[in-house]
T-cell receptor, first 113, second 109 residues
Framework: IAGITQAPTSQILAAGRRMTLRCTQD?????MYWYRQDLGLGLRLIHY???????GKGEVPDGYSVSRANTDDFPLTLASAVPSQTSVYFC????????????FGQGTRLTVV | GQNIDQPTEMTATEGAIVQINCTYQ??????LFWYQQHAGEAPTFLSY??LDGLEEKGRFSSFLSRSKGYSYLLLKELQMKDSASYLC??????????WGAGTKLIIKP
């Protein structure tokens, strides 16, 4: 089934640990995005990539890094997790950057303790 | 700063009509989006407006007034499955999406 897959679905992580959230899409979309969603706040863009080999910073990039080695994969790494990074993380993709419709993964619920 | 405002929660009755409002203040405008998000699930695309006026898609319609910085999502013939959060987002001059916190819609029988 074509779509966008995130792993893990949920994770409890000790503060200070390193963690990579995985995101894979099989729609051959050029643009991919990482958002975090916190209660009472809108989705906030962490990092994005308009095409393989390029990445850009969003609204809240600090503490996170991304890579885009190929079209399909867009992993998000927390180098040293802190409790404020407790959130639901969504990966999304669109055919091109600035497209009208983005497709979202099912989300990763991360708790940093 | 950039800001998207929408009501936190609304309640409506099955079979009725509900209008969810969204007002925005952003640096530039390159389109307004509505997404639906059921609890614990991913957001899914509903509509896109870039010109003033009403866009109709089945039971859902979305309206935009750029001069007023205002949009609404109109849901007709409400069904229980429409219980969800509705997210308003605006694409700014940098083509970044600015998201509202969402409106939780509760449908009662």
């Amino acid at each position: 089934i074509a779509g966008i897959t995130q792993a893990p679905t949920s994770q409890i992580l000790a503060a200070g640990r390193r963690m990579t959230l995985r995101c894979t899409q099989d729609m051959r979309h050029n643009a991919m995005y990482w958002y975090r969603q916190d209660l009472g706040l809108g989705l906030r863009l962490i990092h994005y990539s308009n095409t393989a080999g390029t990445t850009g910073k969003g609204e809240v990039p600090d503490g996170y890094s991304v890579s885009r080695a190929n079209t399909d994969d867009f992993p998000l790494t927390l180098a040293s997790a802190v409790p404020s990074q407790t959130s639901v993380y969504f990966c999304a993709s669109s055919k091109q950057g600035g497209d009208t419709e983005a497709f979202f993964g099912q989300g990763t619920r991360l708790t940093v303790v | 700063g950039q800001n998207i405002d929408q009501p936190t929660e609304m309640t409506a009755t099955e079979g009725a009509i509900v209008q969810i409002n969204c007002t925005y203040q952003t640096s530039g405008f390159n389109g307004l989006f509505w997404y639906q998000q059921h609890a614990g699930e991913a957001p899914t695309f509903l509509s896109y407006n870039v010109l003033d006026g009403l866009e109709e898609k089945g039971r859902f319609s979305s309206f935009l007034s750029r001069s007023k910085g205002y949009s609404y999502l109109l849901l007709k013939e409400l069904q229980m499955k429409d219980s969800a959060s509705y997210l308003c987002a605006v694409r700014d001059s940098n083509y970044q999406l600015i998201w509202g916190a969402g409106t939780k819609l509760i449908i009662k029988p």
